[in-house]
């Protein structure tokens, strides 16, 4: 069975909340876990609340990355978001892990888009000139 995506929902528990509240700390952290996946960088998107926690989003060609940290907790909820299979979103979530300096992690994953019961690779992508509008 083929899936479009793997979606992996991220808790980090027992972080270093000093990294957790730097904006640009956790800026610089998804968008490098991005990075070394594999993936293309589309936009970027983040914000500083008040008075702590931060709020992000990193599109990638190939799906996203979010954040959102609560650093009075040490804890921060993460979701790695891939399409395709170039992309290798465990190895975004690993940097991400370390980076943060996460004591206690746990990862759920999941299969988005399961539309193949059969043995067949879905393609990534659909050429234009396949695709069928039905009304």
């Not at 968008?31 to 594999?38: F, H, L």
Request: charged share 20%; net charge negative.
């Amino acid at each position: 069975m083929y899936a479009l995506g793997t979606h992996l929902l991220i808790e980090l528990k027992d972080c270093n909340s000093e990294i957790l509240k730097d904006l640009e700390s956790v800026q610089t952290i998804l968008v490098d876990a991005a990075r070394k996946a594999n993936a293309t960088v589309i936009n970027i998107n983040f914000h500083e609340f008040s008075p702590f926690g931060i709020s992000g989003v990193v599109v990638i060609a190939e799906s996203h990355l979010t954040i959102h940290t609560w650093p009075e907790y040490g804890f921060a909820a993460v979701d790695v978001f891939t399409c395709g299979d170039t992309i290798k979103p465990e190895i975004a979530a690993q940097y991400i892990i370390e980076a943060f300096e996460c004591k206690t992690p746990s990862i759920v994953e999941m299969k988005r888009g399961i539309i193949s019961h059969k043995n067949e690779k879905l393609p990534h992508k659909v050429c234009h000139e396949e695709f069928q509008m039905v009304y």
